[in-house]
């Protein structure tokens, strides 16, 4: 269906219609109708999609005030359109009369002015004062009668000739152009109106809008979520009367906004803020959004959580854990099964074993792992500090302490896990601090009275021998036994040589992307020296020596000259090894070529029988098919 559609009785103007159209390109339909059916032709149109009516005069004016719910646009009369039928009266008669509306006849006294001609005008104001105009007219005994269709057809005296008053091609131009115009905008409006809605929808705010009288406009759904009312059902009622101590009369008449104004609404604690709507210093209406004050509250906790914990996460997982020997599996069976109670965990293992890639897999596996996890290395922070970077403090809680003071890594790890790294390094009076915590599941902050309770798991970690030290009294026995509720050794790498290779295997995949070269792996007599070595460091320095052996390798296999130029120092001892190495690789391979020989002999003497051969050799027919296909 066209946008826009032109409705007219008038059979020359359905003609000047059509070529109008035709000249701006519009898709315009144009139907004939009577004053009797206009009104129903035009809602068929609305049905059906058209946006714009188009027509002219009486006709026009009756759409205009019917209950269309799209807009009419009036054809207009323009100084030709007056020029060009004054023109063909004067052809009829020298004495001219026309009945229409002020505008038009304002038209006409122009064109007076300019032709020198004097025409008898009446002023009508409403269609139904038509025919008391034509017979005023009549009486002046006039030639002619000019005028749109509704005057010329209550022209009673025969001897008065009638010239219809009609648009020309411009003017319905005109009126097209001003069709598609309104189009454009109304679509702009409704475009703007959708978006508003969505948002008035969306929003968790509640929002009421009323007008200078206090009668409510606007309102959104979250209205009825906070204060259950029906939003859909309120339009058009008194503000007070929907929404007891609205205090929106009170904006209304002084003009002035409230904000942030915690009240009690139909037995709600929301938060307020209403605003006046004002156009050229006018106050025309308000507008009041609120929130619930426990919704707020909510907010302003996921706010904080989301703050703090930024960065706090873990960063390990079972992908970064590597070893199958038995004593390490043991190790990570017991990370499986402590990490589903909230129990405190102590780590214990040499330096470099991995206590932190442990600390994280427990915290992961664990119910705790959407919460935070903090790593505090207690070695690393003065000693000074570590107490206000632990607990935290209130502003002025020293000298240098910051406004607002600082929220405590003890906080940080509400809900969450925090992980104590080189425990045994406390000072004691903190050691005293950390096992109220345990105890007591709270904090306080340096400088404050208050305690604030937290919820958080506590793995601690350490290289060091807490029985001796708890024996010489450098830690206290009290806060070891807290800590050692559940207890994982951290197998030293010496404890799972087996497991180099395979380590090896995953730096070196690890390290790739970083170092941009191509290297396979280690050669059997480079990894007899790495297995060799007792590493004190553990796998942090079983990782510094694969990716400095990878980068000084000129070869894809890393052989046995890099490994000892990549150990240095540390490796100075193993150079006596590499060639007590080379002897048993010789030595190895020599025996492999006698057993080849010897089983390619037994076979031919039995004619290629398998068992047979078995039993000559005293083995068994699997471990024979083998070493058949090693050969």
């Not at 207009?76 to 008669?93: F, H, S, V, W």
């Not at 003009?255 to 104004?261: A, H, M, P, S």
């Not at 930024?310 to 854990?321: A, E, F, M, P, Q």
Request: glycine content about 6%; charged content about 25%.
């Amino acid at each position: 269906m066209s946008e826009i559609a032109i409705l007219t009785p008038i059979d020359a103007l359905i003609q000047v219609s059509k070529e109008a159209a035709k000249k701006t390109g519009e898709d315009v339909a144009i139907r004939k109708v009577s004053f009797r059916n206009a009104i129903a032709a035009a809602k068929e149109f609305e049905k059906a999609g058209t946006e714009v009516i188009i027509s002219r005069g009486t006709l026009g004016l009756k759409l205009i005030e019917s209950d269309l719910g799209i807009p009419v646009v009036q054809i207009p009369i323009t100084g030709y359109d007056l020029l060009r039928t004054i023109k063909e009266a004067q052809k009829l008669g020298q004495k001219i009369g026309i009945a229409d509306t002020r505008d038009v006849l304002q038209g006409i006294q122009t064109i007076e002015s300019v032709l020198g001609l004097s025409i008898e005008k009446h002023c009508v104001i409403v269609p139904e004062e038509a025919e008391a105009a034509v017979e005023a007219l009549s009486k002046k005994e006039i030639d002619v009668l000019i005028g749109k269709s509704i005057f010329t057809n209550k022209v009673k005296n025969n001897s008065i000739k009638t010239v219809i008053l009609t648009s020309g091609v411009e003017s319905v131009i005109q009126a097209i152009h001003e069709a598609r115009s309104l189009i454009e905008v109304r679509r702009t409006e409704l475009k703007r109106t959708k978006e508003l809605q969505a948002i008035l929808d969306f929003i968790a705010d509640g929002v009421i809008a009323v007008d200078e009288k206090g009668v409510i406009t606007v309102c959104n759904p979250s209205v009825y979520s906070i204060l259950n009312l029906p939003y859909d059902s309120v339009i058009g009622k008194q503000i007070d009367d929907i929404l007891v101590n609205s205090q929106m009369k009170k904006v209304l008449s002084t003009g002035k906004e409230e904000l942030n104004r915690i009240q009690d609404a139909n037995g709600v604690k929301v938060v307020a803020n209403r605003i006046p709507i004002r156009h050229e210093q006018k106050v025309f209406g308000a507008v009041c959004t609120f929130q619930e004050v426990h919704r707020l509250q909510q907010q302003e906790q996921e706010i904080r959580k989301k703050l703090l914990h930024r960065g706090h996460v873990t960063k390990y997982s079972l992908n970064n854990i590597v070893g199958e020997s038995e004593v390490y599996q043991k190790a990570i069976e017991k990370v499986k099964k402590y990490s589903q109670v909230d129990s405190t965990i102590l780590l214990t293992g040499e330096t470099g074993v991995g206590k932190e890639v442990f600390a994280h897999l427990i915290h992961s596996f664990s119910k705790r792992t959407e919460g935070p996890f903090v790593a505090v290395n207690c070695a690393a922070i003065p000693e000074n500090l570590l107490e206000s970077e632990l607990f935290g403090y209130v502003e002025g809680a020293f000298t240098g302490a910051k406004k607002g003071g600082k929220t405590g890594l003890f906080e940080l790890a509400h809900q969450g896990t925090i992980f104590l790294d080189e425990i045994g390094e406390l000072a004691e009076s903190l050691q005293a601090q950390l096992l109220r915590v345990l105890q007591e599941g709270e904090v306080m902050r340096l400088g404050d009275e208050r305690v604030i309770p937290i919820n958080i798991r506590v793995i601690a970690a350490s290289n060091r021998d807490f029985e001796k030290m708890v024996e010489d009294g450098s830690f206290r026995a009290d806060l070891y036994y807290r800590l050692n509720i559940l207890d994982i050794p951290i197998p030293s790498l010496r404890e799972r040589i087996l497991d180099i290779p395979l380590l090896c295997d995953f730096f070196i995949k690890e390290l790739e992307p970083g170092i941009r070269k191509n290297i396979k792996g280690f050669t059997a007599e480079a990894m007899k020296i790495m297995q060799s070595y007792h590493w004190p460091g553990n796998i942090r320095q079983l990782r510094n020596i694969v990716e400095r052996a990878m980068i000084l390798s000129p070869e894809k296999l890393i052989d046995s000259e890099t490994v000892l130029a990549a150990g240095g120092k540390d490796f100075s001892k193993l150079h006596v090894l590499k060639q007590h190495t080379i002897n048993e690789v010789d030595e190895e391979t020599k025996l492999q070529n006698y057993e080849k020989e010897y089983i390619l002999n037994v076979l031919k003497q039995v004619n290629g029988n398998k068992t047979e051969a078995a039993k000559i050799l005293g083995i068994g027919r699997t471990t024979l098919w083998r070493k058949i296909n090693s050969l």
